[in-house]
């Protein structure tokens, strides 16, 4: 069910063109009559004199019921959050413009999301065009999902264990396109995508009851938990009768994929394609937070390429 009021001022003031305030209400319930999301957003927007536009949100999101969070198992509670975004961006249909937002979240559970992300577009001349979006996210995501262990868990959970981490995951990844007319027939089309990302799991514990998010953190309650020289975990419960092993989850993650065409319309209608695509990708079992040397060290990685020739050909029927 969704609700929503908006004003809008189209009338130009002295340091504005114009500007729209908005409030909605989403929410969604399942057969059950648990509410599985409640989402209230207040929205603001203003389109300066300059033609720029500034605009930002707040939303906040109660508790709710998450059917998905167990991976088949019961239903789990989801925590209180808020999120607050603000956008600045450049007049719009500019021959070069650009786009910055800044994102900031929290919940009840002492999670938090920070995100900087944008978007600059260049246009030196009429055949040649570049674009360029970076990403970067830092979360600590307090009920990250692991694995699930069957048989021994507690009754509240009907018998098996789900187990969840705190994670602390940072992503950077930059999306790049350029496109460039040769001639009246033949242009060329480049895009890269270099991806760096990175998790380190911590706290490790399993659900303490069903439609419930409190965790029995792992080294409380009679249980132990240690690592070993390859960061699997090794963990015991009820005075070492039960026995779970945890490979390591941490990760960093490297990835490269690009693709350029080259497009000649030799005569009309008929059209050669000449593509070039790489796919590159690299793992390690570490949790070093990611940065700029990570996104270079992304066309290093290995992979595959792939060649490829079409032409198409227009036979004309009268």
Do not use: C
Not at 46 to 67: A, C, E, G, M, T
Not at 131 to 160: D, E, H, K
């Amino acid at each position: 069910m969704f609700a929503g009021l908006i004003y809008r001022q189209t009338k130009p003031r002295a340091w504005f063109q114009n500007y729209n305030a908005a409030l909605s209400a989403f929410t969604e319930y399942d057969f059950g009559g648990d509410r599985q999301v409640l989402f209230t957003e207040l929205y603001g927007e203003v389109v300066l004199k300059n033609f720029w536009d500034l605009s930002s949100y707040f939303d906040y999101q109660p508790r709710s019921f998450d059917h998905s969070a167990t991976r088949g198992g019961p239903e789990m509670a989801t925590p209180e959050r808020w999120n607050w975004v603000v956008r600045l961006a450049s007049k719009f249909g500019a021959k070069n413009s650009w786009v910055g937002r800044v994102y900031y979240g929290e919940d009840e559970l002492d999670g938090q999301t920070y995100r900087l992300s944008g978007e600059i577009s260049l246009r030196p001349s009429t055949r040649f065009q570049f674009s360029a979006t970076p990403n970067y996210l830092r979360a600590i995501s307090p009920r990250q999902y692991l694995t699930t262990f069957t048989g021994g868990g507690p009754a509240a959970t009907y018998g098996s264990r789900y187990v969840f981490a705190r994670i602390d995951q940072s992503t950077f990844l930059m999306q790049l396109r350029a496109n460039y007319t040769i001639g009246p027939d033949l242009t060329l089309e480049l895009y890269g995508e270099p991806f760096a990302a990175s998790g380190r799991y911590y706290g490790l514990g399993e659900l303490a009851a069903a439609r419930t998010f409190q965790l029995r953190e792992y080294g409380t309650s009679g249980s132990t938990i240690a690592r070993d020289s390859a960061r699997d975990y090794t963990i015991t419960d009820n005075g070492g009768a039960d026995t779970l092993r945890i490979g390591n989850p941490d990760f960093n993650i490297l990835s490269f994929r690009s693709n350029a065409v080259l497009r000649w319309e030799w005569r009309p209608g008929s059209t050669l394609y000449l593509v070039w695509a790489q796919n590159k990708f690299g793992y390690q079992p570490t949790a070093r937070l990611v940065g700029f040397g990570d996104l270079a060290d992304s066309f290093g990685a290995r992979g595959d390429n792939f060649f490829a020739v079409k032409v198409s050909y227009w036979i004309p029927v009268h």
